[in-house]
């Protein structure tokens, strides 16, 4: 056999765990080779010598798991030992263990600075993790995630805790997500809401996985929350801009006929009002917009009072409104409207000490499935119309004959339609000059029909007719085309055009790439081309708008809002689209000179735009008191009949002496 002794001592030698016996006051009486090497002294050197003394913190008494801190071979104290002391047999000896656990403590300390990374991570990003054990039914919740949650760090909390937390309305969808993933061991993704706290609810965006074993059995699912809170209030926020009117809060024209279509393609039938304020123009004119803008809102409200819920009251811009009537036969619907216009004429408009009553005259059209949105609308206008030539604040019913009282309305698309064929639309170029020198910096192009026609058509006949069909999308590709080649065939680059997006244009996904593309493969510099969109149809299509925005700045080409301040919260809408200028609304610049407070407003204005970094252009400069009191509050750029009157593109292009006019000599000429 073999001798047991010896094998012992063997093991007790090559072990990499000190072993030592002392005497009850600590003197070393035997002690293997690992041991001298732990406290750094040579076990025989040590034999004698106390070990409490050789190496400081070792239990004098017995003690088991102690752990302490001694100073390694380069005199650092990066070196942790677990000590343990039990009396030997007979009461008279101790025997001594020691194990260096360094690397398992430095393992121990970097995992917990690991997880504490991994905490403090997830508490900045808003983000937890959980991990549930089919087999137990038992779910453990990272420390963020329950702070998330509300709860305390630690709280145990197992799925129907978790479910009884999360709104009604989303449970039955994560408990089918969730058995779908079982069954099927795939990985799955879901976004609910829940209840933190009283009246806080939170938004949560969950992604997991399922873990299987061996044989395919699902054991394990592990996954992360994500709290999506504030994106989700920043999308609702970004979504009410596009969808609704700032003035008054009422869906926009965008919304409204979204929900029409949405009617319509559901196999609805129902009935819509198009409703428009009588001479709503002198109102603004002879009182003013606060005025006017009050009045929107009050009429809104009244309006909006007097609707049952299903029936969505929108305004459509200007002082136009609608609304649609899901299931209401015409007839109905012209009492509502009936109803409607008593409400409005009976709302009281005080101003400057006079009271002035408001009527409203309406068009209603029926519509039933199959139809399409925009013939809808088409016929309701047609109405309106007829109750606006029938002597105003009377209610209409659509009927086919309207359309012959206003054919002389709807033959303005096809002129315009055949001028686009048959080369009958020309471009006027207005000067854009600077005030303190009158040189010319660029042109506004504008469009003019000349087709020869009587009556002849002026833009503000023509323009609301193209906007109300897709010719308008053809228009404006046809103005841009024809800046593109004009700026071609000139290669001064002091020549610049500044050109008008409609609003309807702005819905149409393939206009950037079109202008674009034109102007890449021309060779023309894209500084020389500007984009100009108004601010109610920036607001009306925010995002259509943000996205032009995005793609003309980066391309190098200019773009500003329009009639800027014409719109209610003007200054919201500028830290959403990312413009490089703006050009003032002219009613703020038509009494700049008479000390109105239009000079406040435009030195708001100019700070703003300061602080954004962009361009300004005053529209309206009619005279000259006007140039000298826009330049004392800095504004150096404006635009208007004192400074250049519009005149075609040709004779911008082709003065007399051949030569390509880049400047306005004089303001004389702005008069002519």
């Given at each position: 056999?073999?001798?047991?002794?010896?094998?012992?001592?063997?093991?007790?030698?090559?072990?990499?765990?000190?072993?030592?016996?002392?005497?009850?006051?600590?003197?070393?009486?035997?002690?293997?080779?690992?041991?001298?090497?732990?406290?750094?002294?040579?076990?025989?050197?040590?034999?004698?010598?106390?070990?409490?003394?050789?190496?400081?913190?070792?239990?004098?008494?017995?003690?088991?798991?102690?752990?302490?801190?001694?100073?390694?071979?380069?005199?650092?104290?990066?070196?942790?030992?677990?000590?343990?002391?039990?009396?030997?047999?007979?009461?008279?000896?101790?025997?001594?263990?020691?194990?260096?656990?360094?690397?398992?403590?430095?393992?121990?300390?970097?995992?917990?600075?690991?997880?504490?990374?991994?905490?403090?991570?997830?508490?900045?990003?808003?983000?937890?993790?959980?991990?549930?054990?089919?087999?137990?039914?038992?779910?453990?919740?990272?420390?963020?995630?329950?702070?998330?949650?509300?709860?305390?760090?630690?709280?145990?909390?197992?799925?129907?805790?978790?479910?009884?937390?999360?709104?009604?309305?989303?449970?039955?969808?994560?408990?089918?997500?969730?058995?779908?993933?079982?069954?099927?061991?795939?990985?799955?993704?879901?976004?609910?809401?829940?209840?933190?706290?009283?009246?806080?609810?939170?938004?949560?965006?969950?992604?997991?996985?399922?873990?299987?074993?061996?044989?395919?059995?699902?054991?394990?699912?592990?996954?992360?929350?994500?709290?999506?809170?504030?994106?989700?209030?920043?999308?609702?926020?970004?979504?009410?801009?596009?969808?609704?009117?700032?003035?008054?809060?009422?869906?926009?024209?965008?919304?409204?006929?979204?929900?029409?279509?949405?009617?319509?393609?559901?196999?609805?039938?129902?009935?819509?009002?198009?409703?428009?304020?009588?001479?709503?123009?002198?109102?603004?004119?002879?009182?003013?917009?606060?005025?006017?803008?009050?009045?929107?809102?009050?009429?809104?409200?009244?309006?909006?009072?007097?609707?049952?819920?299903?029936?969505?009251?929108?305004?459509?811009?200007?002082?136009?409104?609608?609304?649609?009537?899901?299931?209401?036969?015409?007839?109905?619907?012209?009492?509502?409207?009936?109803?409607?216009?008593?409400?409005?004429?009976?709302?009281?408009?005080?101003?400057?000490?006079?009271?002035?009553?408001?009527?409203?005259?309406?068009?209603?059209?029926?519509?039933?499935?199959?139809?399409?949105?925009?013939?809808?609308?088409?016929?309701?206008?047609?109405?309106?119309?007829?109750?606006?030539?029938?002597?105003?604040?009377?209610?209409?019913?659509?009927?086919?004959?309207?359309?012959?009282?206003?054919?002389?309305?709807?033959?303005?698309?096809?002129?315009?339609?055949?001028?686009?064929?048959?080369?009958?639309?020309?471009?006027?170029?207005?000067?854009?000059?600077?005030?303190?020198?009158?040189?010319?910096?660029?042109?506004?192009?504008?469009?003019?029909?000349?087709?020869?026609?009587?009556?002849?058509?002026?833009?503000?006949?023509?323009?609301?007719?193209?906007?109300?069909?897709?010719?308008?999308?053809?228009?404006?590709?046809?103005?841009?085309?024809?800046?593109?080649?004009?700026?071609?065939?000139?290669?001064?680059?002091?020549?610049?055009?500044?050109?008008?997006?409609?609003?309807?244009t702005l819905e149409d996904e393939d206009f950037a790439d079109f202008v674009l593309d034109r102007l890449a493969s021309s060779g023309v510099a894209p500084g020389r081309l500007g984009f100009e969109i108004t601010e109610t149809a920036?607001?009306?299509?925010?995002?259509?708008?943000?996205?032009?925005?995005?793609?003309?700045?980066?391309?190098?080409?200019?773009?500003?809002?329009?009639?800027?301040?014409?719109?209610?919260?003007?200054?919201?809408?500028?830290?959403?689209?990312?413009?490089?200028?703006?050009?003032?609304?002219?009613?703020?610049?038509?009494?700049?000179?008479?000390?109105?407070?239009?000079?406040?407003?435009?030195?708001?204005?100019?700070?703003?735009?300061?602080?954004?970094?962009?361009?300004?252009?005053?529209?309206?400069?009619?005279?000259?008191?006007?140039?000298?009191?826009?330049?004392?509050?800095?504004?150096?750029?404006?635009?208007?009949?004192?400074?250049?009157?519009?005149?075609?593109?040709?004779?911008?292009?082709?003065?007399?002496?051949?030569?390509?006019?880049?400047?306005?000599?004089?303001?004389?000429?702005?008069?002519?």
């Amino acid at each position: 056999m073999a001798d047991h002794g010896a094998v012992h001592n063997h093991v007790l030698r090559w072990a990499d765990v000190g072993f030592g016996v002392t005497d009850l006051h600590g003197k070393l009486s035997w002690a293997n080779p690992a041991l001298g090497t732990l406290i750094g002294v040579p076990s025989d050197q040590a034999l004698g010598r106390s070990l409490p003394a050789l190496l400081p913190g070792a239990p004098e008494t017995p003690q088991t798991g102690m752990v302490v801190q001694a100073a390694g071979q380069d005199g650092d104290d990066h070196r942790w030992l677990e000590i343990s002391c039990t009396p030997l047999p007979g009461g008279e000896q101790l025997l001594y263990r020691i194990m260096d656990i360094t690397s398992w403590r430095d393992r121990e300390l970097e995992a917990t600075q690991q997880a504490n990374a991994l905490r403090r991570a997830q508490v900045l990003g808003r983000m937890g993790n959980w991990e549930w054990d089919i087999t137990t039914d038992r779910v453990l919740w990272s420390d963020a995630l329950l702070d998330m949650f509300g709860l305390e760090p630690g709280t145990e909390l197992d799925y129907a805790g978790y479910i009884s937390l999360v709104n009604p309305d989303d449970r039955e969808m994560i408990e089918t997500t969730l058995a779908v993933a079982r069954a099927n061991g795939d990985r799955f993704t879901y976004s609910h809401r829940m209840f933190v706290g009283v009246d806080n609810e939170r938004f949560f965006e969950c992604f997991g996985e399922v873990i299987c074993d061996e044989d395919g059995t699902p054991v394990r699912m592990m996954g992360t929350c994500h709290d999506v809170t504030q994106d989700r209030r920043l999308q609702d926020e970004l979504r009410q801009l596009a969808e609704e009117d700032p003035l008054t809060g009422l869906p926009n024209r965008r919304a409204l006929t979204r929900e029409l279509e949405r009617q319509l393609a559901a196999g609805g039938t129902g009935s819509l009002l198009l409703l428009d304020l009588d001479n709503f123009k002198d109102v603004n004119d002879l009182r003013g917009h606060a005025v006017g803008d009050r009045l929107m809102r009050t009429m809104a409200a009244a309006l909006r009072e007097r609707l049952d819920p299903g029936q969505l009251l929108g305004r459509l811009g200007g002082d136009e409104f609608a609304v649609v009537l899901p299931g209401c036969e015409e007839q109905d619907a012209a009492e509502v409207a009936g109803r409607l216009r008593d409400a409005v004429a009976g709302l009281p408009l005080v101003a400057g000490g006079a009271t002035t009553r408001m009527t409203v005259s309406t068009g209603v059209a029926g519509f039933t499935s199959g139809e399409g949105w925009e013939a809808v609308l088409a016929n309701a206008d047609l109405a309106l119309y007829a109750s606006k030539a029938a002597g105003r604040n009377r209610v209409t019913v659509y009927d086919p004959g309207h359309y012959a009282d206003t054919a002389k309305r709807v033959s303005v698309q096809d002129r315009l339609r055949k001028a686009l064929e048959h080369g009958d639309l020309a471009l006027h170029a207005m000067p854009i000059v600077a005030l303190s020198s009158g040189r010319t910096l660029g042109y506004e192009l504008l469009l003019r029909l000349e087709d020869g026609q009587l009556p002849l058509l002026g833009p503000a006949d023509f323009l609301p007719a193209a906007e109300r069909s897709d010719l308008v999308l053809e228009i404006d590709r046809w103005v841009f085309g024809k800046a593109i080649d004009t700026l071609v065939a000139h290669p001064d680059p002091n020549l610049r055009f500044d050109v008008n997006v409609s609003g309807r244009t702005l819905e149409d996904e393939d206009f950037a790439d079109f202008v674009l593309d034109r102007l890449a493969s021309s060779g023309v510099a894209p500084g020389r081309l500007g984009f100009e969109i108004t601010e109610t149809a920036a607001v009306t299509n925010l995002d259509a708008a943000r996205s032009l925005a995005h793609q003309v700045r980066a391309t190098g080409c200019r773009i500003a809002l329009d009639d800027f301040g014409a719109g209610f919260g003007s200054f919201v809408h500028l830290k959403h689209l990312p413009i490089t200028g703006l050009k003032i609304d002219g009613e703020f610049v038509r009494g700049i000179d008479s000390g109105t407070r239009d000079a406040v407003l435009v030195s708001g204005i100019l700070e703003i735009a300061r602080g954004f970094d962009l361009s300004v252009v005053a529209e309206w400069v009619e005279r000259p008191a006007q140039v000298e009191m826009l330049s004392k509050l800095g504004v150096s750029v404006g635009q208007g009949f004192h400074l250049g009157k519009p005149k075609p593109l040709g004779s911008v292009l082709k003065p007399p002496d051949g030569a390509l006019s880049g400047e306005l000599p004089t303001a004389e000429d702005g008069r002519s």
